[in-house]
């Protein structure tokens, strides 16, 4: 008798522990916001609870700031200049006003007014440009004029008409998908060979977040959240402990080009995955012959010798956590860790670049052949120019 109350009260105890237990983890589970790309996330507002020294790092990146509502005092800055249009002809031109809801690209044809969008979203970091587009209905669309950081005004965006105000591009999610971290879409098929795709617009999570990198984190922030003091990362992905190729197919989901096929979203890529089982890829854009230099990325570095001949990955030189663009002397030093013995020509030894800017001679600014945009009043496009990642030995200029 005496031993059947013993393992009672034994079961009794383990179902109370168990309860307990239970019921604070489900505490913990409760404080974390909902997020809309399912139960398994967490959303960045958690990770900053424990990560934000390097969240507040992060957000200064261009990979935190590939999208974001359009910012009204940055528009307001640039109506503040003397460039705030952008003429077409003598009878056509679009104008950047602010109205009383909000700053709005407005055409004009023959000084009357044609048509007016409002700026909703900017896409890109302002480093070299910011494009934007605006809402209507369940659908996206990219405005006519970009501003370009290197001239300092606004231009025609890349790929529109030289010769027509045009407002009716579409932004279809394959777009956001690089550029955010996930929005709802909706498929329709129109008709026998047509698909329409519509877009929930509160779901839109703006910029790559953590969880794009790092994959869902729900379960790692319920577990460290509940056990403060374990300081090894559970149940989240460690980049150091992946394969080269595993880290490479992680950038490379959105930097391996524009010419690829698209095999399933790759909002359901998480790091550890086979890029193949995302896209169909193109061998002569993906580490096949001159590749180009906008968004492809991956590919113009697998074609280098120092890729090659070394196990080096992106991250041999990129902290996807640091804000340190268009820092050639950090950059350098992460050349020079590598090549501390290379000889230099006595040229090169007399312009005293070596330890502050590596980059601009083996990785030069080249022209896009894809992106390419057009001035107010000129006819002649201009180059779109974007680093090469390509790392070589170029001609001397």
Not at 18 to 41: H, Q, T
Not at 255 to 267: A, M, R
Not at 371 to 393: C, D, E
């Amino acid at each position: 008798m005496l031993k059947g109350y013993k393992r009672i009260f034994f079961v009794l105890g383990l179902m109370i522990i168990f309860i307990v237990v239970l019921s604070r983890c489900m505490n913990v589970a409760d404080k974390i916001p909902p997020d809309v790309r399912g139960e398994n996330f967490t959303g960045a507002a958690t990770c900053i609870k424990c990560h934000a020294k390097v969240a507040q790092s992060f957000i200064h990146s261009a990979h935190a700031q590939s999208s974001a509502p359009a910012n009204k005092k940055t528009l307001e800055s640039y109506l503040q200049t003397d460039s705030n249009s952008f003429a077409f002809n003598a009878h056509m031109k679009v104008k950047i006003e602010k109205r009383d809801s909000g700053i709005y690209q407005v055409a004009y044809i023959d000084g009357k007014q044609s048509r007016i969008q409002r700026f909703d979203i900017a896409f890109g970091s302002g480093e070299k440009a910011f494009t934007y587009a605006y809402w209507k209905g369940r659908k996206l669309y990219q405005l006519p004029l970009s501003h370009f950081s290197a001239i300092k005004t606004w231009a025609n965006s890349p790929g529109f008409p030289i010769n027509n105000m045009y407002f009716d591009r579409p932004i279809p999610s394959r777009c956001l998908e690089c550029h955010s971290s996930y929005i709802k879409k909706e498929t329709k098929q129109v008709s026998a060979l047509a698909m329409d795709e519509e877009l929930e617009k509160g779901s839109l999570l703006y910029g790559i977040d953590c969880e794009r990198c790092h994959g869902p984190g729900k379960q790692h922030a319920v577990f460290h959240l509940e056990n403060p003091d374990e300081k090894t990362a559970k149940f989240i992905t460690i980049f150091k402990t992946l394969s080269r190729k595993q880290k490479m197919d992680a950038c490379g989901v959105c930097h391996s080009g524009n010419k690829l096929t698209t095999v399933q979203s790759v909002f359901n890529f998480q790091p550890g995955d086979d890029l193949n089982d995302y896209y169909a890829q193109d061998f002569v854009s993906f580490g096949g012959v001159n590749p180009d230099v906008h968004g492809n990325q991956t590919a113009m570095l697998q074609g280098s010798m120092c890729y090659r001949k070394s196990e080096m990955t992106c991250q041999s030189c990129h902290n996807t956590h640091e804000s340190i663009k268009g820092n050639m002397a950090i950059y350098s030093q992460r050349c020079i860790s590598c090549h501390q013995t290379q000889k230099h020509s006595s040229q090169t030894l007399k312009k005293g670049v070596l330890k502050t800017n590596c980059v601009d001679c083996h990785m030069p600014m080249q022209a896009s052949k894809l992106i390419s945009f057009q001035t107010a009043g000129n006819k002649n496009v201009s180059p779109y120019m974007l680093r090469s990642h390509h790392i070589g030995i170029y001609p001397a200029k």
